[in-house]
């Protein structure tokens, strides 16, 4: 199996900014792609951005400029820095992470979710 966990939500005011964090562990041969998904109350999850192993990234056109991925391959570790923060970016922001197990599965993973809210 895989883990996901999450860190780095938490209350900030407009214009603020925060650092997400998410390490992946167990039986991983390769992350193929790792990213960022969100939800707020009363919508559907949303991509917000995801990278591939090779760096490639795809970012929603609402954090573009503002919201940058990296990711550490030695560690399993995707990094979210969020700036020029929004109240309509507050959500529960979720990892993912396409994952080739060891025993050759290609398999989906989530967090558990970490809020992020977003003052006025």
């Known amino acids: 199996q895989v883990q996901l966990v999450e860190s780095g939500g938490g209350l900030v005011q407009a214009g603020g900014s925060l650092r997400l964090s998410c390490a992946a562990s167990g039986s991983i041969f390769r992350i193929n792609v790792m990213g960022w998904y969100r939800q707020a109350p009363g919508k559907q999850r949303e991509l917000v951005v995801r990278i591939t192993s090779g760096g490639s990234t795809n970012y929603a056109d609402s954090v573009k400029g503002r919201f940058t991925i990296s990711r550490d391959n030695a560690k399993n570790t995707v990094y979210l820095q969020m700036n020029s923060l929004k109240p309509e970016d507050t959500a529960v922001y979720y990892c993912?992470?396409?994952?080739?197990?060891?025993?050759?599965?290609?398999?989906?993973?989530w967090g558990q979710g970490t809020q992020v809210t977003v003052s006025s």
């Open positions: 993912n992470a396409r994952v080739t197990r060891l025993a050759g599965f290609i398999d989906d993973y």
